[in-house]
């Protein structure tokens, strides 16, 4: 369940994708909300890259790989055209 009452659709599918997952890119979100919030913990475990794309830091900002602030309108082509 996530801190606003809501369970999350397909939890399941989710994590089954971080098992073969090689990257995680998270866009705009507060760092507050899980089990969003949470995956960044469960690819770090599973040794995969994380990436945040923000306005602002994150409250979790401290567990991601690389955090970089900027609109995703700026920032994603640059990265999306790279090998995470």
């Known amino acids: 369940m996530s801190d606003f ?4 659709v397909a ?3 989710i994590y089954r994708e971080l ?4 990257a995680l890119l998270v866009v705009g979100m507060s ?3 899980y089990p969003a919030a949470g995956f ?3 690819a770090n ?3 995969i890259r ?3 794309v923000g306005l602002e830091e994150p409250l979790n900002a401290g567990v991601f790989d690389d955090v970089i602030l900027g609109t995703a309108a700026d920032v994603l082509p640059g990265i999306l055209g ?3």
């Open 5 to 8: 009452g809501e369970v999350p």
């Open 11 to 13: 939890m399941d599918k």
């Open 19 to 22: 098992d073969w997952a090689t």
């Open 31 to 33: 760092g507050s909300v």
């Open 40 to 42: 960044v913990q469960v």
């Open 45 to 47: 475990r599973r040794g």
């Open 50 to 52: 994380s990436v945040y």
């Open 82 to 84: 790279a090998n995470l």
